[in-house]
């Protein structure tokens, strides 16, 4: 979870895998996947910032629990680190 501020003030905590945009309107508008929508007072580099701070907090858990064995064996082969793989991009028609 990411912590933001409403631009009254309280602070609360969003689910960073619920986000699907954020625009500047001037005000930062983040916007779920569900439609759900708030204004927060940080800016969209703050909370991108966040959100990368966040992912690697995640991922430095898992490599830590692989590395002192407190997880299964689906913990390691989730934080192997692997080779891009090359695919072909199609391009996607426009909608009318």
């Known amino acids: 979870m990411i912590v933001v501020t409403r631009l009254n003030g309280p602070q609360f905590a969003v689910n960073p895998d619920l986000l699907q945009r954020i625009e ?3 005000d ?3 916007t779920l996947i569900d439609g759900t929508k708030y204004i927060v ?3 969209i580099e703050e909370v991108t ?3 990368v701070a966040y992912r690697a907090r995640v ?3 898992m490599m830590d ?3 002192n064995g407190l997880g299964d064996t689906t913990v390691a082969a989730v934080t192997e680190l692997r080779p891009p793989t090359l695919r072909a991009v199609r391009p996607v028609p426009e909608a009318d």
Request: zero cysteines; glycine letters at 0%.
């Open 49 to 51: 910032a966040l959100i």
């Open 59 to 61: 991922i430095a858990a």
């Open 28 to 30: 930062s508008v983040l």
């Open 24 to 26: 500047a309107t001037p």
């Open 41 to 43: 007072a940080e800016s």
């Open 65 to 67: 629990m692989s590395e």
